[in-house]
């Protein structure tokens, strides 16, 4: 049975390429029907904190995964490394500097890598230098408990990215000196930047809570954490997880780097945006407009829905929505320049105000009603639609674009509307 483990070190929050690499191993074995492990990698007592764990947790699970069996602690296991350092110890397979704990390496050998994704990889043991097993602080370093560990836990596949490639010929080293059964190994290509270097801190958005905080629904972000560690067969781009699951291959896997495109990612957003029910999304929009200071105390969720509905086609982010809506929950909402030039001429004026007189006599302001009322008033004006309709729109809205105005004037209501199309002033 199929074995794979997340091993992550909470000193820090949840990183993209950690996520990735916690994905594809989710996937692989929710594919083959095996295990999904954790491993805290807890070992740097004084950079582990229980609050960056309790985030990585979470963070995981907001990107739907779970896992199998209960996480195992590094820092709980410091006696087990200890132990199987002085095993080695005393088969002369290491030494002592100091308080430490060395293993000899062994010059003159070439180690084979049978890497899943790169394919045969070969390092020299020339240019290995002797490894420390267990540090003078007690603590063990991060290849020899690794390995102690992938063994303890049965770990069939370790998938992790390509910054640890350099780590696998000492751990397989370890594997040989310990009598241990060797596990298959997959290196994934770094994410690359904008920029073309590897994507880290220097970067804008390199933690999962960054998108979160953004706006990406994890199903779209976890989409395209796929998109970039694996090509499905039929070249297909909206893969949630419970499809990739069924389809996933690891075979399949790119072994070429990727670059972060954040305007793909966004196209994604905005293809489970669209496809979201709005039950889902009407309190994280509510978050949204929460944080963006709008106060939404006297709005109902049948008007924000409303809203929502209006404009889901046309954010790629949640967090595009209060900017693009403000207008809805409040009366100061800013008034584009572009849109000023639309609203001040005499003649912008009075049809404006012809305009609203129309709209004044609606018994029924439903979009249908209101459409109507506005094609009859430019025939009997012998003007374009449009002539009202543009005047009209930054008159209710501040904004040259937008949902259709006579959907967004049903929506604010026939009071709101006549106000704001009579107002002296505007901004
Ligand atoms: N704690 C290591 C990391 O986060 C785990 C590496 C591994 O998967 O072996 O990079």
Redesign the pocket.
């Known amino acids: 049975m199929v074995r794979v483990?997340?091993?992550?070190?909470p000193t820090g929050s949840l990183h993209i390429g950690?996520a990735r690499?916690a994905i594809f191993n989710w996937l692989y074995a929710r594919h083959t029907g095996g295990k999904f492990l954790l491993r805290i990698?807890d070992t740097d007592l004084k950079r582990s904190e229980t609050r960056f764990l309790d985030e990585i947790l979470d963070d995981l699970r907001w990107l739907g995964l779970d896992w199998d069996e209960e996480p195992i602690f590094q820092s709980k296991r410091f006696d087990v490394y200890r132990e199987k350092a002085e095993g080695l110890l005393a088969a002369g397979k290491a030494y002592k500097e100091g308080e430490a704990i060395l293993f000899r390496v062994e010059p003159g050998r070439t180690i084979e890598v049978h890497d899943l994704v790169h394919g045969t990889i070969s390092f020299q043991t020339d240019t290995i230098r002797d490894q420390v097993l267990v540090k003078s602080d007690g603590s063990p370093a991060?290849n020899f408990s690794?390995v102690v560990d992938?063994s303890f836990l049965s770990v069939t596949h370790?998938l992790?990215?390509d910054?640890?490639v350099s780590?696998t010929p000492k751990q397989i080293l370890f594997y040989e000196a310990l009598g241990l059964i060797l596990p298959k190994f997959g290196h994934m290509p770094l994410i690359l930047g904008p920029d073309g270097a590897k994507l880290s801190k220097r970067h804008r958005g390199v933690s999962v809570r960054e998108y979160q905080a953004e706006g990406f629904l994890p199903e779209a972000l976890a989409n395209y954490l796929i998109l970039l560690g694996w090509t499905p067969k039929d070249g297909r781009e909206v893969m949630p997880l419970a499809d990739a699951v069924r389809e996933f291959e690891i075979t399949a896997m790119n072994d070429v780097q990727a670059k972060f495109d954040v305007q793909k990612l966004r196209w994604i957003n905005s293809e489970y945006i669209m496809a979201a029910p709005g039950e889902t999304l009407l309190p994280l929009i509510k978050t949204h407009l929460r944080d963006a200071k709008f106060d939404i105390s006297g709005k109902d969720d049948s008007y924000i829905s409303k809203v929502l509905e209006l404009y889901r086609v046309r954010i790629k982010t949640l967090g595009e929505f209060p900017g693009m809506t403000d207008f809805f929950f409040k009366d100061d909402y800013a008034l584009e320049e572009e849109g000023r030039k639309r609203i001040e001429k005499e003649e912008d004026r009075a049809s404006l105000e012809a305009f609203a007189a129309r709209l004044e006599a609606l018994e029924d302001f439903g979009h249908d009603a209101i459409e109507r009322a506005c094609r009859e008033l430019a025939e009997e004006k012998g003007v374009k639609p449009a002539v009202l309709i543009h005047p009209a729109r930054v008159a209710v809205s501040g904004k040259t674009k937008g949902a259709g105005l006579f959907e967004m004037m049903e929506v604010l209501g026939k009071d709101v509307v006549l106000k704001r199309m009579r107002r002296v002033t505007y901004g």
């Open positions: 483990r997340f091993a992550p070190s950690s690499t990698e991060y690794c992938d370790i992790r990215g910054d640890h780590n």
